[in-house]
């Protein structure tokens, strides 16, 4: 995983550099020192692809004053705040004022940043006017030019909060529908929980273009050892936020696993893993779930887990309608957190635009014991390979949003899941066998009146299944289906279930993968 700190990540843009709270005087308005801007140049997308393409060899980037950047801890970086009069188009007829991070010990590495207006471009400059060290005295320590880490897009000319943000090695972020940051996606992954060391190509550079409207659009420069890229992203907030990415990379070298559209979550404990919750809260996740909508039209839910050990598992699929990490869960109460807001957390939904031809959707967990660490990543990884002198492109839409978009009419999804021990209550449990109860909701089922010919049809890679059957939960629109599974060994078991009625089926498919030694 990126040695990136997700407690800053998360906390950056919504308390950490907010110039709002410290408004300044009118005699240092007066004196406000407005962005400082490079020469103007010219700019366009075709110039970027070029650009990209044509450079040589990847040069590792080089923090200035890297021995002081270091003492820039979590404590220090909620310190300094950027002044809301230096924001870019702070009084243009663009609707969202652009704010830049500073750099700290957890982003260290300096991108460049350009306004762009028409066809031309003007680098931003950093300077430390721009920004209060409240007393830190790094005004009179750090270089002239250090630069800036990223950048966020504020709410509006008015407001202290915002919605979007690019901050580390090619990550991304919105607050979606409910002003709550959480999941990240990134530019590209590169030998995530692969046999080689993962890599984790960087925006080096970012233009930003002046819009009297919607949408906001970002061109990033991507570079990396094994690969550069060029990446148009159009970003509209309504009902949540939808971004349009177009990637066109420029392979370098082989890659052994290359990660499209690749998604990064935390996922600690749910109600299906009860025995971990060792904090107080009920649940601690930023996702519940993979969700898949694959090429021939079947809807499959994945429960995620923290396993024992780092996992991946692949979805093969020809031409996926989309996929996504989800929060399907946003009840409060099942969370108890007043603080980090679970609850609240978006999901982001990937779909496709055009042909991805054939692959995989790669869902790598990696064991935790904290809140604090990213360990869920998903992503499209095509079937063929690519090497040097490859020049892969992908169009793909993402939605970050509470629920994925493009639900299925009549189909009921996965609400909830559970394990215990087997058998039946008061009885003597039976030796090996445990008991799954799966939650639908929603669809066909939503209507339909309690019955008893609703059948779970359950699969298994081992074991055998014994005593299912499906009831409607009395005083809810729940289905619940339940089943006992008996196996032997330790190794893991995947499952499989959905619910059916006669040759109807009702629901998406539930996939699980238990670990019998948790």
Same mark, same amino acid.
């Given at each position: 995983m990126p040695p990136i700190d997700r407690r800053f990540l998360l906390n950056a843009s919504l308390s950490g550099l907010v110039a709002g709270f410290f408004a300044p005087s009118a005699s240092r308005a007066a004196e406000a020192p407005l962005p400082h801007l490079g020469p103007t140049r010219p700019f366009s997308f075709a110039w970027l692809r070029d650009h990209a393409r044509n450079l040589s060899a990847y040069a590792a980037p080089v923090a200035p004053a890297a021995d002081l950047v270091q003492q820039i801890d979590f404590d220090a970086t909620q310190k300094i705040r950027f002044r809301r009069e230096c924001a870019l188009w702070r009084k243009s007829t663009a609707p969202f004022p652009i704010r830049f991070f500073h750099l700290n010990k957890f982003v260290p590495d300096p991108v460049r940043i350009h306004a762009v207006s028409g066809r031309s471009a003007r680098e931003i400059l950093y300077t430390p006017r721009c920004f209060d060290y409240d007393g830190t005295r790094l005004a009179q320590k750090l270089p002239p030019d250090l630069g800036f880490s990223g950048f966020r897009v504020m709410d509006g000319q008015a407001n202290e909060t915002d919605w979007l943000a690019f901050q580390g090695a090619s990550y991304f972020r919105t607050a979606g529908a409910d002003n709550?940051?959480?999941?990240?996606?990134?530019?590209?992954?590169?030998?995530?929980?692969?046999?080689?060391?993962?890599?984790?190509?960087?925006?080096?550079?970012?233009?930003?273009?002046?819009?009297?409207?919607?949408?906001?659009? @970002?061109?990033?420069?991507?570079?990396?050892?094994?690969?550069?890229?060029?990446?148009?992203?159009?970003? &509209?907030?309504?009902?949540?936020?939808?971004?349009?990415?177009?990637?066109?990379?420029?392979?370098?070298?082989?890659?052994?696993?290359?990660?499209?559209?690749?998604?990064?979550?935390?996922?600690?404990?749910?109600?299906?893993?009860?025995?971990?919750?060792?904090? !107080?809260?009920?649940?601690?996740?930023?996702?519940?779930?993979?969700?898949? !909508?694959?090429?021939?039209?079947?809807?499959?839910?994945?429960?995620?887990?923290?396993?024992? &050990?780092?996992?991946?598992?692949?979805? @093969?699929?020809?031409?996926?309608?989309?996929?996504?990490?989800?929060?399907?869960?946003?009840?409060?109460?099942?969370?108890?957190?007043?603080?980090?807001?679970?609850?609240?957390?978006?999901?982001?939904?990937?779909?496709?635009?055009?042909? !991805?031809g054939g692959g995989a959707v790669q869902l790598v967990e990696i064991p935790t014991d904290d809140e604090v660490h990213d360990n869920i990543v998903a992503y499209w990884k095509p079937s063929a390979p690519v090497g040097a002198g490859d020049t892969p492109v992908f169009d793909y839409r993402l939605y970050w949003q509470d629920q994925e978009p493009h639900s299925p009419q009549g189909i009921a999804q996965v609400v909830a899941t559970r394990i215990g021990r087997g058998g039946i209550p008061g009885a003597p449990p039976p030796k090996g066998q445990w008991k799954f109860v799966v939650d639908f909701a929603g669809g066909a089922l939503a209507g339909m009146a309690a019955r008893y010919d609703v059948s779970p049809i359950v699969t298994l890679s081992r074991g055998k299944v014994e005593n299912h059957y499906v009831i409607k939960v009395v005083g809810t629109s729940i289905w619940r289906a339940l089943f006992d599974v008996s196996f032997t060994g330790l190794e893991p078991l995947d499952l499989r279930c959905y619910l059916r009625l006669g040759d109807k089926t009702l629901t998406e498919t539930w996939l699980y993968q238990f670990f019998p030694s948790t």
């Open positions: 709550q940051y959480g999941a990240s996606a990134r530019g590209v992954a590169v030998n995530t929980a692969a046999s080689t060391a993962e890599e984790f190509p960087r925006f080096s550079e970012f233009w930003i273009a002046e819009s009297p409207g919607a949408p906001v659009t @970002v061109y990033a420069l991507l570079e990396g050892p094994s690969m550069t890229g060029a990446y148009k992203f159009a970003a &509209v907030r309504t009902g949540g936020v939808v971004i349009d990415v177009h990637a066109e990379l420029f392979l370098r070298a082989e890659v052994t696993r290359l990660g499209i559209a690749p998604l990064t979550s935390m996922y600690w404990y749910g109600e299906n893993e009860r025995p971990r919750a060792v904090d !107080w809260r009920p649940e601690i996740h930023d996702s519940d779930g993979l969700a898949i !909508w694959t090429g021939k039209g079947e809807r499959i839910w994945r429960p995620l887990i923290e396993p024992p &050990v780092i996992q991946t598992n692949s979805f @093969v699929d020809e031409n996926p309608k989309g996929f996504g990490l989800m929060q399907r869960d946003r009840d409060f109460d099942h969370y108890q957190d007043d603080g980090a807001f679970y609850n609240r957390r978006p999901g982001i939904w990937v779909e496709p635009r055009g042909n !991805w």
